[in-house]
């Protein structure tokens, strides 16, 4: 079975701070996604990445980034938190199948992040 | 623009009542529909992919059915474990980012013992 692990359940930040979220995949799967849920609005990705060191914007990157200095970890950083990024993060990974992906994402069970 | 919608918003059963979920997309070309599951705190729950029409899946009490414009999720006989919100997500075919899925905002199932 595919395991995706976040490594904070539940997080609490003040504004300002700089906020590192963690996730591990042991699949080896080439890509690794971010995401933000939110009551009302759904799933909305924030980042992926395709490979090692390679990143590319999703639909809400503004005051986020990424990094992936290792094939199974990838990172998300909120670089000066804010209230309105109080939310539920999850990450994924999937498969990669020749040029292109059709194969589904693999979800680790979220960090709860609170901004005060 | 692509686009998927799924309804109903919430649902809610007698033991035993099956009925079906609804999923339509509105997408240039499609490469995989993906159902999930996803129960309160926790993160969604890969179910089935369908990657192109006339395709079923099945798994236990679930069966996931596809057509040209809409997927189906049906629940035969559901228990109250079968609780939670699902979630249907599609994946088209782009010049670019192919990677990406279009979310659903979900059908929160209530079954009742």
């Known amino acids: 079975d595919v395991k995706v692990t976040q490594s904070s359940r539940y997080l609490v930040k003040r504004t300002g701070e700089k906020v590192f979220l963690e996730c591990v995949q042991d699949m080896d799967h080439e890509n690794m996604f971010w995401y933000r849920q939110d009551p009302g609005l759904g799933l909305r990705l924030i980042y992926f990445s395709y490979d090692v060191k390679m990143k590319e914007k999703g639909d809400i990157p503004e005051g986020y980034s990424v990094s992936r200095e290792k094939k199974e970890r990838f990172s998300l950083i909120l670089e000066s938190a804010s209230t309105n990024q109080t939310s539920m993060y999850l990450c994924?990974?999937?498969?990669?199948?020749?040029?292109?992906?059709?194969?589904?994402?693999?979800f680790g069970d979220g960090t709860r992040l609170s901004i005060l | 623009e692509d686009q998927v919608t799924q309804s109903p918003e919430a649902l809610r059963l007698q033991e035993g009542e099956s009925s079906s979920l609804n999923c339509s997309y509105t997408v240039s070309g499609l490469r995989g529909l993906f159902w999930y599951r996803q129960d309160p705190g926790k993160g969604p729950e890969f179910l089935f992919t369908l990657y192109s029409a006339g395709e079923e899946k099945e798994k236990e009490r679930l069966k996931a059915t596809l057509t040209k414009k809409e997927s189906f999720l049906h629940i035969t006989a559901p228990k109250p474990e079968d609780s939670a919100t699902y979630l249907c997500a599609v994946q088209a075919w782009n010049a670019g980012n192919n990677r990406k899925l279009i979310w659903g905002l979900g059908t929160s199932l209530a079954v009742n013992p």
């Open positions: 994924a990974s999937s498969f990669q199948q020749g040029g292109h992906s059709n194969q589904p994402q693999h």
